[in-house]
Antibody
């Protein structure tokens, strides 16, 4: 069974930083691209970032480019999202997810809440 | 960036009836479209990919059609557990992937 266990959410002031971690199990982590999706309260889904299976290729939505960094440690089966220069509009539940094939988000973790507020 | 537009925003359906949800892409995306279901307080669940292929464990009452720019998700006979929000998402070529704004299927 695929499990995606997240940590690192919480309350941060505007301009601050947070790092989300997602520990994966139940599948061969090194074989799959991984994705972050977020959902602001009461809103729809927004794709944030994806990383290839090897970690050599990364992709971001425009609004987080230059502020967020996705990475993975394949030896630890762990996905990360480093979020810097956080803005109020970054407040959302962040989902860590496994791609079936690139772009098809097959398995979703339960989400971690990030609140950016003074 | 490809814009995904879903309609209607809300669909009121009685249990046992058919529901048809639409999704339009602003550019041709071949069959590179997925549908997700999200219930309140839960993570989304993959229903359909490749526009028409059901994901593992998805009941046969869910079906997807379309290619290019026009897509539909049909739920043939709505069950109580199907009342939820449904999102389409393209994954054509390279990111950014984009989602539609969602269609809420509610009990009539």
């Amino acid at each position: 069974e695929v499990q995606l266990l997240k940590s690192g959410g919480g309350l941060v002031q505007p301009g601050g930083s947070l790092r989300l971690s997602c520990a994966a199990s139940g599948f061969t982590f090194t074989n799959y691209a991984m994705t972050w999706v977020r959902q602001a309260p009461g809103e729809g889904l927004e794709w944030v970032s994806s990383i290839s299976a090897s970690g050599n290729s990364t992709y971001y939505t425009d609004s987080v480019k230059g502020r967020f960094t996705v990475s993975r440690d394949n030896s630890r089966s762990t996905l990360y999202l480093q979020m810097n220069s956080l803005r109020v509009e970054d407040s959302a539940v962040y989902y860590c997810a496994k791609d079936a094939v690139f772009g098809v988000i097959e398995s979703w973790g339960q989400g971690t809440l990030v609140t950016v507020s003074s | 960036e490809i814009v995904m537009t879903q309609s209607p925003a809300t669909l009121s359906v009685s249990p046992g009836e058919r529901a048809t949800l639409s999704c339009r892409a602003s550019q041709r995306i071949s069959s590179n479209l997925a549908w997700y279901q999200q219930k309140p307080g839960q993570a989304p669940r993959l229903l359909i990919y490749g526009a028409s292929t059901r994901a593992t464990g998805v009941p046969a009452r869910f079906s997807g059609r379309g290619s290019g720019t026009e897509f539909t998700l049909t739920i043939s006979s709505l069950q109580s557990e199907d009342f939820a929000v449904y999102y389409c998402q393209h994954y054509n070529n390279w990111p950014p992937w984009t989602f539609g704004q969602g269609t809420k299927v509610e009990i009539k």
